[in-house]
Antibody, heavy 122, light 113 residues
Framework: EVQLVESGGGVVEPGGSLRLSCAASGFTFDDYTMHWVRQAPGKGLEWVSLISWDGGSTYYADSVKGRFTISRDSSKNSLYLQMNSLRTEDTALYYC???????????????WGQGTLVTVSS | DIVMTQSPDSLAVSLGERATINCKSSQSVLYSSNNKNYLGWYQQKPGQPPKLLIYWASTRESGVPDRFSGSGSGSDFALSISSLQAEDVAVYYCQQYYTTPYTFGQGTKLEIK
C-alpha cells in the first residue's frame, strides 16, 4: 500500500525557514517523480515543485522560485522541501504527491499524503 | 504558464441527475507525438487530500466508479457524473501536466440541489 506521510510543518515568522519532509513507502521510491502541492486555507490547489526520479531535474512555481528547494534521499525513501524567506502568503497545507514512473514521462499525481500545515505569521 | 479555467465555480445538481464541469486551458495540452491530452481530474472532499479520478483526459483511475467520465481534447475538457450520488459532493479540480508549472483550475464546488 502506497503511503506518503508529511512532517515538519509549524508556525514560523515572516522571513524564517522551515524544512518539510515526506516519508514514502509501498512503492519503489527511486523510480518516481515526486511533487509538492499546497493549499491555502479555504483556497484551491497550487502546484509548488517537482523533482525527477533521480533528483537530476527540479522545477518550481514562480511564486517560490529562489526561496524553496526540493530534494530527495533514496536511502531514506524521503522527499524534502526547504523553505526559506517565508512570507505570509506561503501559509498553506503542504501535500507530498507521487508522480509518474521514470519510463512514463509527465504524469498526474496518483497518491497524496494528508499534508502538513505551515503557518507564517508574526 | 498554462492557465486552467474551470466553469462553473459552483454547481448544484439533484440526486440521480447528470453533473458536468468544464475546464479550458490557455493553450493546447495535446501532445501530437503520442496523441495524448495531458489533463487530469481530481476530487477533493472536506478534510481530505485530492484523489485522482481521470487522467489522459478520459482514462478512469482504478477503482473510480464508471459514472465518472472525462472528455475533450486540445484545450477544452469536461468531467461528467452521469447520476449524482450523495458521496460525490466535493470540490473538483482539473490539472494540466503537459508542462511545468503543472497548473490547476480554480476548482468547482459540487453540491446537492
Amino acid at each position: 500500500e502506497v503511503q506518503l506521510v508529511e512532517s515538519g510543518g509549524g508556525v514560523v515568522e515572516p522571513g524564517g525557514s522551515l524544512r518539510l519532509s515526506c516519508a514514502a513507502s509501498g512503492f519503489t521510491f527511486d523510480d518516481y517523480t515526486m511533487h509538492w502541492v499546497r493549499q491555502a486555507p479555504g483556497k484551491g490547489l497550487e502546484w509548488v515543485s517537482l523533482i525527477s526520479w533521480d533528483g537530476g531535474s527540479t522545477y518550481y512555481a514562480d511564486s517560490v522560485k529562489g526561496r524553496f528547494t526540493i530534494s530527495r534521499d533514496s536511502s531514506k525513501n524521503s522527499l524534502y522541501l526547504q523553505m526559506n524567506s517565508l512570507r505570509t502568503e506561503d501559509t498553506a497545507l503542504y501535500y507530498c504527491a507521487k508522480g509518474g514512473h521514470y519510463a512514463s514521462g509527465s504524469s498526474p499525481s496518483d497518491y497524496w499524503g494528508q499534508g502538513t500545515l505551515v503557518t507564517v505569521s508574526s | 504558464d498554462i492557465v486552467m479555467t474551470q466553469s462553473p465555480d459552483s454547481l448544484a445538481v439533484s440526486l440521480g441527475e447528470r453533473a458536468t464541469i468544464n475546464c479550458k486551458s490557455s493553450q493546447s495540452v495535446l501532445y501530437s507525438s503520442n496523441n495524448k491530452n495531458y489533463l487530469g481530474w481530481y476530487q477533493q472532499k472536506p478534510g481530505q487530500p485530492p484523489k485522482l479520478l481521470i487522467y489522459w483526459a478520459s482514462t478512469r483511475e482504478s477503482g473510480v466508479p464508471d459514472r465518472f467520465s472525462g472528455s475533450g481534447s486540445g484545450s477544452d475538457f469536461a468531467l461528467s457524473i452521469s447520476s449524482l450520488q450523495a458521496e460525490d459532493v466535493a470540490v473538483y479540480y482539473c490539472q494540466q501536466y503537459y508542462t511545468t508549472p503543472y497548473t490547476f483550475g480554480q476548482g468547482t464546488k459540487l453540491e446537492i440541489k
